[in-house]
């Protein structure tokens, strides 16, 4: 028997295959399958996950991007995971029981979250002037989930099937902005506050396509209790949605953010922070502290971490006296737990007896500034900013 015949498998490869497949840099990548399919040409193609990258990556593939000589022995897999359960299994042991109910259910929900969404349905949108692949999986209808392209509205992000059925569309859809109050203009920069409840197709909609790009939402139909704050790029033709954040019309935890998003084709272009700062700026105009809902998605941790390092530093470097974490928290609206953590992040916080002193000097201050990068050109202007926060449901008048 030739290499070549021993190499070829008789019949598809098992899910749960583990073998190095080609990625897109040509060289070879330890991988798993996930799915598998039946392609076009009546070929099998198989969903795999690329052990060293983040689920985004995952894709279909065939079969001559795979090398079959490194097909993992089943045998010495499961050897091994059964080494691992004994070890977790020791370990729990010796760990404190308190908890051990609710981390068992929350990680069943987390297992069948992964199962549910693991295979990603829809591969491409297009979106206004843009055709964007999507990186996980999304729950939009099962007649539309089959698509491998769908065509979504800019502006009333209504979704569809077919490219004649979008210009269609277009030629009946008299949006040309999302259907809410502008609350922000400053130059062709606006922000829309939309209600999930008077608005709550197309709340529905944008949920449904910002899943397309983040792994852990989870919220897609219930809308009503939510606020959205839609950020838009504007021209002669209309405003265009570059990202968004969310928040609850009534937080008991007080977040200030919900979910947060800027879509791929405006992304790395400081968006993210804009958005972090508008929540910030809406929570100075309430008067009160907030925080993003989590957990925060890896490149949403990235965004809050750049944004609270810059305020925080420039904070210090304007105030050189004593201040206190309370201090800081009333100038920002940033809530005491996430400048701890910020300033532990970059080594300027101590603790000495029995609370948190902030240990600087303006050359620390200056040298971490110059490590952060070049200040963000665009920033919110708080007094473009129409608008007032809704009285809370306790303070209203009985009729």
């Not at 499961?78 to 029981?97: A, H, L, V």
């Not at 969404?117 to 206004?128: Q, R």
């Not at 939402?217 to 219930?222: A, C, F, V």
């Amino acid at each position: 028997m030739s290499d070549e015949e021993e190499a070829t498998p008789r019949g598809p490869l098992e899910i749960g295959t583990v073998l190095q497949c080609k990625w897109r840099d040509d060289e070879y990548h330890k991988a798993e399958i996930i799915d598998m399919r039946e392609g076009e040409t009546g070929s099998m193609e198989y969903y795999v996950h690329y052990h060293e990258y983040n689920r985004r990556l995952d894709e279909w593939i065939s079969l001559d991007r795979m090398d079959l000589s490194t097909i993992e022995d089943k045998e010495k897999k499961k050897e091994k995971e059964e080494d691992n359960r004994k070890m977790t299994r020791n370990k729990r042991k010796i760990e404190e029981t308190t908890h051990r109910d609710e981390d068992a259910k929350m990680a069943a929900l987390e297992k069948e979250h992964e199962e549910i969404t693991k295979v990603k349905n829809i591969n491409v949108i297009e979106l206004g002037k843009w055709e964007i692949d999507t990186w996980y999986f999304s729950p939009y209808p099962e007649e539309f989930a089959k698509c491998s392209k769908l065509y979504i509205c800019e502006f009333c992000l209504k979704y569809m099937k077919k490219k004649k059925t979008l210009s269609r569309h277009k030629l009946k859809c008299d949006l040309r902005h999302p259907p809410g109050n502008e609350i922000y203009r400053n130059g062709t920069l606006s922000v829309f506050e939309v209600d999930g409840k008077k608005n709550k197709i197309y709340c529905q909609n944008l949920c449904l396509l910002a899943k397309l790009f983040l792994d852990h939402k989870t919220l897609y139909y219930d809308v009503e209790p939510f606020l959205f704050y839609i950020m838009t790029e504007c021209d002669d033709r209309g405003c265009h949605t570059v990202g968004y954040f969310s928040k609850e019309k009534n937080s008991q935890d007080d977040y200030n953010l919900a979910c947060i998003l800027t879509l791929p084709p405006y992304q790395r272009r400081g968006i993210g922070k804009l958005l972090i700062s508008f929540s910030y700026e809406l929570s100075k105009k309430e008067g009160k502290v907030g925080s993003p809902e989590k957990p925060l998605s890896d490149l949403g941790l990235l965004s809050f971490r750049s944004y609270w390092t810059q305020v925080l530093l420039e904070i210090l470097r304007k105030h050189r006296g004593n201040l206190s974490i309370r201090d800081i928290s009333e100038m920002s609206s940033i809530k005491p737990e996430d400048i701890i953590s910020t300033l532990q992040s970059l080594n300027l916080i101590k603790y000495w007896k029995g609370q948190h002193i902030i240990s600087v000097t303006p050359k620390i201050i200056e040298e971490h500034l110059k490590n952060a990068g070049k200040q963000d050109s665009v920033k919110i202007e708080p007094k473009n900013i129409h608008w007032t926060p809704p009285t809370p449901p306790a303070h209203k008048k009985r009729t």
